[in-house]
């Protein structure tokens, strides 16, 4: 399952599960673990998965990666958070209403798409945020990014 997403200023292709790891992240470090609304665009985006199309504000989605990015970046893979939802779907499960986040290590499942652990956060899923800042750089209030389900 891949995501493409297309913005103002391109259109990047990613496997879903960097996005899902990117939301979970930002959800259990910045909004203590269940969503806040601080993060509306990036959550929002999930529902792409089951509805094949979503559209989100360019210019908020680019300010909650520019908060997301300062506090995520520098962090240790052993930081790595996985929601309840995530590990549903990588079990081929329905996804519960349930949204709570948990770290990898407490969990004591693996991510098989990822493959051997890398050092920081930023490796697993830094170059997706960037790719995603680049493509909202310098959004306007009207702007739009578009994510379809592929």
Request: with cysteine; glycine share 6%.
């Amino acid at each position: 399952m891949s995501l493409s997403f297309h913005g103002p200023r391109g259109t990047i292709e990613q496997r879903w599960i960097y996005y899902a790891l990117l939301r979970d992240n930002v959800q259990h470090h910045i909004e203590g673990g269940k969503p806040s609304g601080e993060f509306e665009c990036l959550h929002e985006i999930s529902h792409a998965l089951m509805h094949h199309r979503v559209t989100v504000s360019a210019k908020k989605l680019h300010d909650e990666l520019i908060r997301a990015h300062k506090v995520l970046m520098e962090m240790p893979s052993s930081e790595l958070a996985i929601s309840l939802r995530t590990r549903a779907v990588l079990s081929l499960r329905p996804p519960p209403d349930s949204r709570e986040t948990e770290l990898v290590r407490d969990w004591g499942g693996t991510i098989p798409l990822l493959g051997k652990m890398r050092p920081q956060l930023a490796d697993v899923f830094g170059h997706l945020l960037e790719q995603l800042l680049t493509i909202t750089e310098g959004a306007t209030d009207t702007d739009e990014v578009t994510i379809i389900d592929l």
